[in-house]
Every structure is written in C-alpha cells, then in structure tokens.
C-alpha cells in the first residue's frame, strides 16, 4: 500500500511558477512509476507527466511540453511538478499517482495504469 500527498497549490498570476510535491509512503518508492494528472471544472481528469521507475525517463501531454518538469528524488520519496509560465487554462485540481513498476519501454499515461492516488491539490492561474 502507498499513500500520497500532495502539497504546492496556490493561487498564482499567469505566466507565474509553481513548484508541486507528492511525497509517498509505504513500499520501496524507486520501484513505482509516478504520474500527475489533473481535472478543470467540469472536465475529466486528464494527464499530464509521468516519470519512470527504471530509468527516470519523462513523458508529457503536448499542452505542458516546455513548461513543466517533472522530477523525483528517490532518497525523499518524493515527486515533483515544476509548473512555469502558467496559463489560466492549468487551472485545475492536480493529483499525483502511482503505480509498481511499470513499462520499460512506454509511459504509464492512462488513468487506469495507475493504483495509488493522492488526494490532490488545487492550482488556480488567474489572468
């Protein structure tokens, strides 16, 4: 089992910063794939990173490619989402996930890949 929480959220102007953490307990953090997600109002919960286990290779939905890294620190059981030159449009609930291992090969990039949520963390970009 694996809990997660998410903290950084905020109000923040547009073209602003945020830095975004999820720090995990439980099993062996380096043998999970993680993963943010996000949900606008009334939109589904979409993806938006992900970083492997096995080699910490990252994967990203096209809208946030060049604005977002995600990182993580294995020694603090802890992922990370740095979100800059945000838009109004990143407005929305951001959820951290998990799951063991995970493809060698591909990114985790569906909801239903993932096991472990957090229980998310509002991010607000006013223009």
């Known amino acids: 089992q694996v809990q997660l929480v998410e903290s950084g959220g905020g109000l923040v102007q547009a073209g602003g910063s945020l830095r975004l953490s999820c720090a995990a307990s439980g099993r062996i953090f380096s043998t999970y794939t993680m993963g943010w997600f996000r949900q606008a109002p009334g939109k589904e919960r979409e993806f938006v990173a992900t970083?492997?286990?096995?080699?910490?290779?990252?994967d990203y939905t096209d809208s946030v490619k060049g604005r977002f890294t995600i990182s993580r620190d294995n020694a603090k059981n802890t992922v990370y989402l740095q979100m800059n030159s945000l838009k109004p449009e990143d407005t929305a609930v951001y959820y951290c996930a998990a799951r063991l291992r995970g493809g060698l090969s591909y990114f985790s990039r569906g909801e239903s890949d993932y096991a472990y949520w957090g229980q998310g963390t509002q991010v607000t970009v006013s223009s």
């Open positions: 970083i492997r286990w096995s080699d910490a290779g990252t």
